[in-house]
């Protein structure tokens, strides 16, 4: 059987970097290939590393000099260490040592160098790899230690509108490089075009490779019962607030994943550190979605569950594109909220069958073009 490298993501705590991560293992495996994800965790070369840490532990510094940043500083400090996040923490360990087929322990570009040679091809993608603020351009992300014909990219994301003026010319370079290129929206897919003059195809990611009843398959219940609606909030800003104020009108239970300061101290939500199996459950049995996360949003319309998507406004570079793009796609933009939406939040149904259709035909067409790299990519070693 012929053997596929992955180069992802693959090691935060984080339900979407866990669950696409699996998902594109899952799919090349349906190809007919045995997947292996390289396990190389350190992603950024030693420089960039501790320039961004100089630059985070200074951030710090600055946020925490107020009474409500000491306050933020102390209940996350406690937050962080208690039973119940040690113990998610431990439950993701636990589901990539079992699930990700992980290769031998990479800790330099080296040592991923050394492994190349038991590989028959390798994929990239997905989740925000090719970011120039996230990997500083990491040749490990462009498979430049594999042969070009052996080189795939699946729906990496860029996750900026423009790669910076440094990096052009070095990402023009390493995209020139591969046999099959795709992207994950459309913004990115121009991006490529534009730097390379070659046609890069728009795919789902992973996660919407595979049906519900897949991922039912892995899904774990968990303690929460009755109707609820659920939070999934990686940041917070003004519109979150007043999303979870219109929410608690009406009644109805508010399950919230903690993540950040503002919904994990919320005396109003019901707190649950969930693992990447009990996360499927609680968005497949959840009344209400609210997410501000890509995969919130993606595994919300995989369940087909009422939701809604906040536009953040809390982080340095827009995240929404990503998010927009996607939803945009199969006719689900009127489920974005920002600050001038969000009065227009509402409890009713959405009509799925219109969605459904085209994100089935988008989901199809991904899967040709990975199982037509594929079989390119693996053919070209053999010839």
Same mark, same amino acid.
């Given at each position: 059987?012929?053997?596929?490298?992955?180069?992802?993501? #693959?090691?935060?705590?984080?339900?979407?970097?866990?669950?696409?991560? #699996?998902?594109?293992?899952?799919?090349?495996?349906?190809?007919?290939?045995?997947?292996?994800?390289?396990?190389?965790?350190?992603?950024?070369?030693?420089?960039?590393?501790?320039?961004?840490?100089?630059?985070? #532990?200074?951030?710090?510094?600055?946020?925490?000099?107020?009474?409500?940043?000491?306050?933020?500083?102390?209940?996350?400090?406690?937050?962080?260490?208690?039973?119940?996040?040690?113990?998610?923490?431990? /439950?993701?360990?636990?589901?990539?040592?079992?699930?990700?087929?992980?290769?031998? #322990?990479?800790?330099?570009?080296?040592?991923?160098?050394?492994?190349?040679?038991?590989?028959?091809?390798?994929?990239?993608?997905?989740?925000?790899? $090719?970011?120039?603020?996230?990997?500083?351009?990491?040749?490990?992300?462009?498979?430049?230690?594999?042969?070009?014909?052996?080189?795939?990219?699946?729906a990496p994301s860029i996750g900026v509108s423009e790669i910076p003026e440094?990096?052009?010319?070095?990402?023009?370079?390493?995209?020139?490089?591969?046999?099959?290129?795709?992207?994950?929206?459309?913004?990115?897919?121009?991006?490529?075009?534009?730097?390379?003059?070659?046609?890069?195809?728009?795919?789902?990611?992973?996660?919407?490779?595979?049906?519900?009843?897949? $991922?039912?398959?892995?899904?774990?219940?968990?303690?929460?019962?009755?109707?609820?609606?659920?939070?999934?909030?990686?940041?917070?800003?003004?519109?979150?607030?007043?999303?979870?104020?219109?929410?608690?009108?009406?009644?109805?239970?508010?399950?919230?994943?903690?993540?950040?300061?503002?919904?994990?101290?919320?005396?109003?939500?019901?707190?649950? =550190?969930?693992?990447?199996?009990?996360?499927?459950?609680?968005?497949?049995?959840?009344?209400?979605?609210?997410?501000?996360?890509? =995969?919130?949003?993606?595994? /919300?319309?995989?369940?087909?569950?009422?939701?809604?998507?906040?536009?953040?406004?809390?982080?340095?570079?827009?995240?929404?594109?990503?998010?927009?793009?996607?939803?945009?796609?199969?006719?689900?933009?009127?489920?974005?909220?920002?600050?001038?939406?969000?009065?227009?939040?509402?409890?009713?149904?959405?009509?799925?069958?219109?969605?459904?259709?085209?994100?089935?035909? $988008?989901?199809?067409?991904?899967?040709?073009?990975?199982?037509?790299?594929?079989?390119?990519?693996?053919?070209?070693?053999?010839?």
């Amino acid at each position: 059987m012929k053997k596929v490298g992955i180069a992802t993501f #693959y090691t935060a705590i984080n339900y979407g970097v866990h669950l696409q991560a #699996y998902a594109l293992k899952e799919a090349i495996n349906d190809a007919g290939y045995k997947a292996q994800i390289i396990n190389y965790p350190h992603h950024l070369e030693k420089s960039a590393q501790q320039d961004g840490k100089i630059k985070k #532990y200074l951030g710090k510094i600055t946020n925490v000099m107020t009474p409500h940043g000491i306050r933020r500083y102390f209940f996350m400090k406690k937050f962080r260490a208690s039973e119940a996040e040690n113990n998610k923490k431990k /439950a993701f360990r636990a589901f990539s040592k079992e699930k990700f087929n992980l290769s031998e #322990y990479c800790d330099t570009l080296s040592d991923v160098e050394k492994i190349k040679t038991d590989l028959d091809a390798c994929v990239c993608g997905s989740d925000q790899i $090719w970011n120039p603020h996230y990997t500083a351009c990491n040749p490990f992300f462009f498979l430049r230690f594999m042969p070009e014909n052996a080189r795939i990219a699946y729906a990496p994301s860029i996750g900026v509108s423009e790669i910076p003026e440094e990096y052009e010319k070095t990402y023009k370079e390493y995209l020139d490089g591969f046999s099959a290129l795709s992207a994950r929206e459309t913004t990115a897919c121009d991006t490529v075009k534009k730097l390379t003059g070659r046609e890069c195809e728009n795919v789902v990611d992973p996660t919407l490779l595979h049906s519900a009843d897949f $991922w039912d398959k892995l899904a774990k219940e968990s303690e929460i019962t009755g109707e609820y609606a659920l939070l999934y909030f990686l940041g917070f800003s003004d519109v979150h607030k007043k999303v979870i104020d219109k929410i608690a009108q009406t009644g109805i239970k508010i399950v919230n994943i903690p993540i950040c300061y503002e919904t994990a101290s919320d005396k109003r939500l019901t707190q649950i =550190h969930a693992s990447i199996e009990e996360f499927l459950s609680l968005v497949k049995n959840a009344k209400y979605v609210f997410t501000d996360s890509f =995969h919130g949003a993606a595994f /919300a319309v995989n369940y087909k569950k009422n939701f809604y998507s906040v536009n953040r406004s809390d982080t340095k570079y827009s995240l929404n594109s990503r998010t927009g793009d996607f939803l945009k796609k199969i006719s689900l933009e009127s489920r974005i909220i920002d600050k001038t939406s969000v009065s227009n939040v509402t409890f009713g149904e959405i009509d799925y069958r219109k969605p459904s259709e085209k994100l089935e035909a $988008w989901k199809e067409k991904s899967l040709s073009y990975l199982e037509s790299a594929l079989k390119k990519a693996t053919e070209m070693q053999d010839a």
